[in-house]
């Protein structure tokens, strides 16, 4: 069994991944933040949060689904 780390836990939440060189590159990233996500990505509505959790592993993160929350449409 793994050794609990010595720091506090902090939930988060990801919303993104900057990968490869652009992650030291803030401009980067600040240019693709300020980009209109309406335009690029459509829009959509949420119907459920699934509350996940990720281990690291050598060969690449895996995830699980831990719990699901149903959201109530919107009236």
Do not use: C, N
């Not at 590159?25 to 209109?36: E, L, N, P, Q």
């Amino acid at each position: 069994m793994e050794k609990p780390e010595d720091r506090d836990f902090h939930a988060h939440v990801t919303l993104g991944r900057v990968m490869g060189r652009e992650r030291a590159d803030g401009d980067a990233v600040r240019r693709a933040a300020g980009k209109d996500l309406q335009a690029r990505w459509g829009s959509w509505q949420a119907t459920e949060v699934i509350l996940m959790s990720s281990e690291l592993r050598p060969g690449g993160s895996v995830y699980s689904d831990l719990a699901t929350f149903p959201l109530r449409p919107a009236s």
